[in-house]
C-alpha cells in the first residue's frame, strides 16, 4: 500500500484526481489534505466520502506542525501536492495568500517530506512559469522560467524550491507542468465554467481584452492520468510538460459555448484587459510522450460538449457557489472592467 499525502484535494482537478485513482488502484491509501477555501468543497469527493482507502483532513499546508504530525500519523512516503491559490485575477488583486500558501505551503512539505524520508514528491506546477509565447513556438522543460503574474510567481518560487531539495538533499522529487484544464467540478471563475453558467443565467459574457488571447486547453482526466503517470515512473529529479496540443482564442471558446447552449453572441461583451495578461500559452508535450508513453486520450469536441452538459445537469453544483461570497467577488472583479 502507498500512503500518499495529497493536498489540494478538495478542489478542481485535485478531486478530480483522487475521485478517479480510487477507482482506478487499490493500492493506494489517500490522505486528503485541504484548508477549504473559497475553492475547496467537499461535495466535490462524496464518492469517496466510504471508500476505505481514503481519508480528509481539513488543514493548511502551512501549518508545519499539523503537516508533521499527518506525515508520523499516517507514515507518509508521497506526497502530490495540487494545494495552492490558483486564480492569476485574485493574484493580481491580492498577492500575500498566494505567496503564503504556493511558496511558503511548498517549503513547509518540503521540510516534512526531507524529515519522513520521503520516496517522492510530485509538485503540481503550471505552463505559466515560463511566461508568454508571441505567435509561434511552444514551452519545452528547457524554456527560461519568466513568470509575470503574481500567481506564476508564485508557483515558479515554488518550484525552485523543489528543485533545490532535490539537488541539495537528493530528495526524490518531479515537477508536472500543465496547461489550462477544463472539466467538470472546476470553480465557476475560471473562463469556461464563468461563460458557461453565465450563459446559462442570461447574463453578460466578460471578455478580456480583443478575446485574441491564446490558451492550450486540455481536459481534466488526461492531464490527471500524467500526474498517475509521472507519480509512478517519472524520473527524480525531472520535470515534465503535459499538454494537448490544442491551441484556442478565447473568444472562440466563448462563441463555441453559446452556441452549445443555443444563446446569441449578443451576450458578449468586452471589457478591460487583465493587467500583464499573457499572450499566448502552447506546451511541447513531446518528453512525457516519448520517456513515460503518455497521449491525451479526449478529443476537444466532445470533451466541452460533456463539459457543458455537466454544469447543465449540475445547476444545484454551482447554484450553491454563486450564492455565497462569489457575488461579492463577482462584484469586484468586473464592476471595473467595464470599457467605456
Ligand atoms: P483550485 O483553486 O480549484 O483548488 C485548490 C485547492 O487547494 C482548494 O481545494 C483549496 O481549498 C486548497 N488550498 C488552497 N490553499 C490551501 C492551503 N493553504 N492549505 C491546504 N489547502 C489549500 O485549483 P486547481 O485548478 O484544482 O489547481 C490545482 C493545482 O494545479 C494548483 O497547484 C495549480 O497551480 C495547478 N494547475 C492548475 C491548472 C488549471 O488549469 N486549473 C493548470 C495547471 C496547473
Ligand atoms: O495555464 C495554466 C493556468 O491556467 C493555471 O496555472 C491556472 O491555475 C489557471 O487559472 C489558468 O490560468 P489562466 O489565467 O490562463 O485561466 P483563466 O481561466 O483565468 O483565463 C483563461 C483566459 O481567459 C485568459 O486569457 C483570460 C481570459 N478571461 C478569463 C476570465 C476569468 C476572460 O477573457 N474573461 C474572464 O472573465
Known amino acids: 500500500m502507498k500512503n500518499i499525502l495529497v493536498t489540494g484535494g478538495a478542489g478542481f482537478i485535485g478531486s478530480n484526481f483522487i475521485n478517479y485513482i480510487l477507482k482506478s488502484r487499490d493500492d493506494y491509501f489517500i490522505v486528503n489534505l485541504d484548508k477549504l477555501t473559497y475553492a475547496g468543497n467537499l461535495e466535490n469527493l462524496k464518492e469517496c466520502e466510504s471508500n476505505k482507502n481514503y481519508t480528509f483532513i481539513k488543514g493548511d499546508i502551512t501549518n508545519s506542525e499539523l503537516v508533521n504530525y499527518l506525515f508520523e500519523k499516517y507514515k507518509i512516503k508521497y506526497v502530490i501536492n495540487f494545494a495552492a491559490e490558483s486564480h492569476v485575477d485574485r493574484s493580481i488583486s491580492g498577492s500575500e495568500v498566494f505567496f503564503r500558501t504556493n ?46 503574474s503574481p500567481y506564476s510567481a508564485s508557483k515558479a518560487a515554488a518550484d525552485m524550491m523543489v528543485q533545490a531539495f532535490h539537488h541539495t538533499y537528493g530528495l526524490p522529487t ?50 490527471n492520468k500524467a500526474v498517475e503517470l509521472v507519480f509512478e515512473k517519472g524520473k527524480s529529479g525531472e520535470v515534465y510538460n503535459v499538454g494537448a496540443s490544442n491551441e484556442i482564442p478565447n473568444i472562440e471558446i466563448v462563441k463555441l459555448i453559446l452556441q452549445n447552449l443555443g444563446k446569441s453572441n449578443d451576450l458578449i461583451e468586452f471589457v478591460k484587459d487583465r493587467p500583464g495578461h499573457d ?9 512525457i510522450q516519448n520517456e513515460l508513453g503518455w ?19 449540475n445547476k444545484s453544483w454551482w447554484k450553491k457557489i454563486i450564492s455565497g461570497e462569489y457575488q461579492q467577488y463577482y462584484l469586484q472583479q468586473y464592476s471595473t472592467k467595464k470599457k467605456n
Open 295 to 313: 497521449q491525451p486520450q479526449y478529443k476537444f469536441e466532445s470533451a466541452i460538449k460533456h463539459t457543458i452538459d455537466w454544469y447543465l445537469n
Open 174 to 223: 518531479v515537477i508536472t507542468r500543465c496547461s489550462n484544464n477544463y472539466g467538470q467540478l472546476q470553480f465557476p471563475e475560471k473562463l469556461i465554467p464563468l461563460m458557461i453558467i453565465n450563459a446559462l443565467q442570461d447574463k453578460k459574457l466578460p471578455v478580456y481584452g480583443d478575446g485574441m488571447n491564446i490558451r492550450d486547453w486540455i481536459y481534466v482526466i488526461d492531464h
Open 103 to 148: 511558496v511558503i505551503g511548498t517549503n513547509v512539505l518540503l521540510e516534512a517530506s526531507r524529515r519522513f524520508e520521503v520516496k517522492r514528491f510530485l509538485q503540481i506546477s503550471t505552463d505559466e512559469v515560463y511566461g508568454s509565447l508571441g505567435a509561434t513556438g511552444l514551452f519545452t522543460e528547457q524554456t527560461p522560467i519568466s513568470p509575470n
Open 279 to 287: 499572450k499566448r500559452y502552447a506546451i511541447d508535450s513531446t518528453k
